[in-house]
């Protein structure tokens, strides 16, 4: 009777010892990372090409040179609703949109060694701490910041624009004449369909149609479009309650002891719901309110 | 050394197998196998089975823990057992001051701001307040409305809207007879002045009096009337009527 062997002994003694890949230190990657890493191509090297650039920080330096990252936070506001200011001199009716800031505070901040880029995260309102999660109690506790009803965060360009944490930003932080970006939900329209959520003309009344006459019609060519559906068909769905920005909107008033921001026009949402603003994008930055670090007024 | 304790007994045992195949056992026996060497991998015999006729045994009661354990040995416990295991308290810190308890209605305090400066008086409002001033405007009225411009505008007030600050009312007339409409806003500072040249002789039952857009409703043109008014009133106030501006 032949004996029978398990394991053989130098593979018994390969499981007892650490595997090699194990041995090594390899550290996690965090963030975001690409699915298809730029590979070294052997048609693609010659002296003259430019370095690809596909890193979180080469993201963030890009952004710099583009601009586009505010100096300072903006805020958190409520819509009020909509009223009208008259100019005493040429008597013009000028449309304007009310907002108000509630107990707005910087809760803590997002710094480039840490996250990969700068932002000021901002509290506004007051919520029953019985009726927040734990983590979110522990996150105030530590900042030293009562519960908020809403958190957001505000992306700025260095750490200049990093406010003090537990600092209340009232509606003086914007000045009369500036120029802000309104980032809000549209009001959700539900379930709609394709006439009113796209704008189609809908079938004929009558003329043998049966049934289908605010319906889309048909979704795609026949066996010689490849009997499909292309992606992106518009249909029906879920319309509104997404977010929009409205730019370049005129501040018309700034009442800071009661906490109001007058914008002219439009805001997109209803009544009461939240709002994002910041200095706009597409204007020069308002000057004279970046901070100077170390100082500690506002 | 194991190795080589295994392969020469089955060295020997398999040259005596060669040697004898007649005889059914071996006639030396291996000295042993690696798998006494492992543990066992068959499970051993479930030796103690329960069956309904085993006697019902009560649970062990459980252990108390020593009191006044010293701290070093609480180490030795699970968490939950530790006699100072509590939740751990998250501090609450009461809010800020609100600026929504200070100004409850914001529309409202930007709109009393506004009329603070186009309606010190409160004069106009209570003019066209047709809810609550019963000597106010009414549908049907005849008004001349006089702008910052110098240009007057006259007509039958079809409707007012009350709307705050954007309270405005509708006025129709005809300007060589052609049907004119003209909606003003009350507290527009392009208003110079507004006067009610005739009073409806009966009070309109309709809020909005679109109907007399109808040809068989229609006033046609409050020229006359107006006319009337202006030659009363200068008469009056010994003014010429051009310069006339009143309320």
Known sequence: MPPRILLDLPQLCRLCRPSPCLTNNIQRAFGIKSLNPPKPNRFNVSPGLPVLKSTQQDALERKIKADTLPLRTGVLAIKKGMTAIFDQDSGKRTPCTVLQLDRVQVVSHKTRDKHGYFAVQVGSGWRHPRRLTKALLGHFAVNGISSKRHVHEFRVRDERGLLGVGEIINANWFQEGQYVDARSNTRGMGFAGVIKRHGFHGQDRSHGVSLTHRSLGSAGPSQGGGSRVYPGKKMAGNMGNIQNKLQNLKVLKVDAPNGILVVKGSVSGPKGCLVKIQDAIKKPWPEGTLRQPGSSTV | ?247
């Open chain 2, 1 to 247: 050394m194991v190795k080589s304790f295994f392969w020469a007994s089955s060295a020997r045992h398999s040259t005596t197998a060669a040697a004898s195949m007649a005889v059914s056992l071996p006639m030396v026996r291996p000295l042993g196998y690696l798998k006494a060497m492992t543990p066992r991998l068959v499970p051993p015999q479930i030796c103690w089975r329960r069956h309904l006729s085993t006697i019902y045994s009560q649970k062990p009661e459980r252990v108390p823990l020593p009191a006044n354990l010293p701290k070093e040995f609480y180490s030795q416990l699970p968490e939950r057992l530790r006699p100072d295991n509590e939740p751990r308290k998250i501090d609450v810190i009461p809010p800020p001051p609100s600026a929504c308890s200070v100004c409850k209605d914001p529309v409202a305090t930007v709109t009393a701001s506004q009329l603070a400066i186009l309606d010190p008086t409160g004069e106009r409002k209570a003019l066209f307040d047709y809810r609550r001033n019963p000597r106010s405007v009414k549908a049907g009225d005849i008004l001349r409305v006089t702008f910052k411009s110098g240009d007057p505008f006259s007509g039958v007030c079809l409707g007012i809207r009350l709307r705050g600050i954007d309270t405005s009312f509708l006025l129709r007339n005809q300007l060589t007879r052609v049907g004119v409409e003209m909606w003003i806003k009350v507290f527009s500072p392009n208003v110079g002045s507004v006067e009610i040249v005739q009073r409806t002789e009966k009070r309109k039952r309709r809020a909005r009096l679109y109907y007399m857009r109808k040809p068989e409703h229609d006033m046609g043109s409050v020229e006359n009337i107006v006319q009337n008014y202006l030659r009363q009133k200068s008469a009056l106030t010994g003014q010429p009527i051009s310069k006339s501006r009143g309320r």
